[in-house]
């Protein structure tokens, strides 16, 4: 049904919607999927506490007496004992003070001593160990991602370390956890190409062992899936084709949903996870195919020319990640830890850029403390906190949603998101959603702004340039015109005006003072209205004067 639903999406040209979408919007649903990664990878770090547990009241004089020994439970229960009689065994045929961890587990023992836990024995390496493993994969990955701007090393091998920062990561600890020997929890990989379920095969019956009318019924639940599924679709969509990465390929939000509607039903009849968007994935896909300046000068900064446009990327990423299956004598080795690191830096690296944490910053910034962002130039601070309020509002609801019970209706909340910008109409002017809610990036709308500043005193200094001649009266009635805009005051210190600064020496108040038969007189000097010189030159019979400046 979903599969079904998605291609009449396409057929009805609904992908045309995305025109409603937002930053509003996108940055919400993207904020939300960036705090699951991060939140999931500290979650798996806390379940581990619970698996390798430690004892946290050592007394390290009393190591010597600690003990964990596997017991019969008192009072078994029936799984227990149908367990015991599909072993033909009983009670007293176990022999529990030698049965290892994994056989105590297995036989339903009791784990007792001042060395056990609920759940078995205390483990005190493996859990800093995997800490270690993980904040370790963490912050390396975002050094190494920032390697190109250091100074080490010419400027190719700074790139190629950065660009396979998290691959390097990985091998790295992979490296150093083999050597520690510590026995971290490994990835686990299955051994052969079939199904997880061997009671299953490659096709599944959408049917079933349901009956018949449940057929039907389904396509209501099918229903909200597909508004998840397109919303996910074409927010990743939307974000990806941003014009701030100055892509020169047109979308292809229709052929998507198809591609996304056809593997949705291939994946379905075959009992396989969904095809669909991943939007950290896809924004750290983008972002390793950024293409900067090469930097010439010391401490100049990489200006970004935009991305590698190509499918030669996209294809080997899902080669590769289909011959993987060929390596799991290598992926085995991999520890559980540093996959969680990876995903703790997708996650953190995918919030950069996202003007909505800029926001929620100035919060507690003082005033003179804030950048020089261009809404703030044009907004006032209250009314930028008020729409910040108003979509961390929007995020914490589809957190709620999403975790509760009521996780059913979480389609229909991400949709409302674009219902909610719209109602903003209503408390925000038009120029000030222009600027908090545009798709133009920051960048971009500071260079225009300064731009447009630049082209208005252009212009008015075109408009004064008729008034910047001086007009010299020669015999018989000629007329000489001289333009004198190179005389204007600039408010460049490097420029000097030297027929001003000679204009104040004492020479030249000396050589004015004892002109007669020059007569000067200059207009208003203020900034509205430029500077205007006019000489009337009167004939003698036997010589004339000109003043220096004139001459």
Wanted: aromatic share 12%; glycine share 4%; with cysteine.
């Amino acid at each position: 049904w979903t599969a079904f639903l998605c291609i009449v999406l396409v057929a009805t040209d609904a992908s045309s919607l995305v025109c409603y979408i937002t930053r509003f919007t996108e940055e919400a649903f993207a904020a939300l999927i960036c705090i699951i990664f991060i939140y999931e990878a500290l979650e798996k770090l806390f379940h581990l506490g619970e698996i390798y547990a430690f004892n946290m009241h050592n007394n390290l004089d009393e190591l010597t007496h600690y003990s964990c020994v596997c017991v019969e439970p008192p009072n078994p229960s029936n799984e227990t004992l149908k367990i015991w009689k599909e072993k033909n065994l009983t009670a007293d045929d176990i022999f529990w003070g030698n049965l290892t961890v994994s056989e105590c587990r297995t036989f339903h023992g009791v784990f007792v001593g001042s060395a056990c836990s609920l759940h078995g024995p205390y483990i005190p390496d493996v859990l800093f160990w995997c800490v270690i493993l993980f904040f370790t994969t963490f912050f390396l990955s975002s050094f190494l991602k920032q390697f190109k701007t250091k100074r080490y090393f010419p400027t190719k091998v700074r790139s190629t370390i950065s660009d396979f920062a998290v691959f390097l990561t990985i091998v790295i600890m992979v490296a150093i956890d083999y050597l520690v020997g510590v026995p971290s929890p490994k990835l686990h990989v299955p051994e052969k190409f079939e199904p997880t379920d061997p009671s299953r095969g490659w096709i599944i019956s959408p049917l079933g062992e349901n009956p018949w009318w449940t057929l039907l019924i389904a396509a209501i639940p099918a229903l909200l899936c597909t508004i998840l599924i397109f919303m996910d679709q074409q927010i990743t969509a939307v974000i990806i084709n941003r014009k701030e990465h100055k892509l020169k390929k047109g979308a292809g939000y229709h052929l998507d949903l198809l591609m996304v509607g056809v593997m949705l039903g291939v994946c379905s009849i075959m009992g396989l996870p969904w095809f669909v968007a991943a939007t950290v994935l896809s924004i750290s896909h983008v972002n390793s195919l950024k293409v900067e300046s090469e930097c010439s000068a010391p401490g100049e900064q990489p200006k970004f020319l935009g991305i590698r446009e190509q499918r030669v990327t996209g294809l080997m990423i899902f080669i590769l990640m289909g011959l993987s299956v060929f390596m799991t004598s290598v992926l085995k080795f991999i520890p559980m830890p540093v996959l969680y690191g990876v995903f703790l830096y997708m996650g953190v690296s995918s919030l950069k850029g996202i003007q909505f944490f800029d926001r929620i910053k100035l919060f507690g910034m003082p005033a003179k403390h804030q950048p020089d962002l261009i809404y703030l130039r044009y907004v006032p601070l209250w009314k930028v906190h008020i729409f910040t309020v108003i979509q961390l509002t929007c995020l914490v609801l589809l957190w709620v949603i999403k975790a509760s019970a009521a996780a059913v209706v979480f389609p229909m909340m991400v949709l409302a998101l674009v219902f909610v910008r719209k109602l903003m109409d209503l408390c925000f002017t038009k120029r000030e959603l222009s600027w908090l809610d545009d798709l133009m990036p920051e960048s971009k709308k500071k260079k225009e702004d300064d731009k447009k500043k630049k082209e208005k005193e252009e212009a008015e200094r075109m408009l004064q340039a008729d008034d910047d001649t001086v007009h010299l009266p020669f015999e018989g009635g000629s007329l000489l015109q001289i333009p004198v805009k190179a005389l204007k005051y600039s408010v460049d210190p490097s420029v000097v005006n030297i027929s001003d600064e000679m204009a104040k020496t004492a020479q030249w108040k000396a050589l004015s003072m004892n002109t007669e038969n020059a007569k000067v007189t200059r207009s208003s000097t203020s900034p509205e209205k430029p500077v205007s010189v006019k000489i009337n030159l009167e004939d003698e019979p036997t010589k004339k004067y000109m003043d220096a400046e004139t001459s």
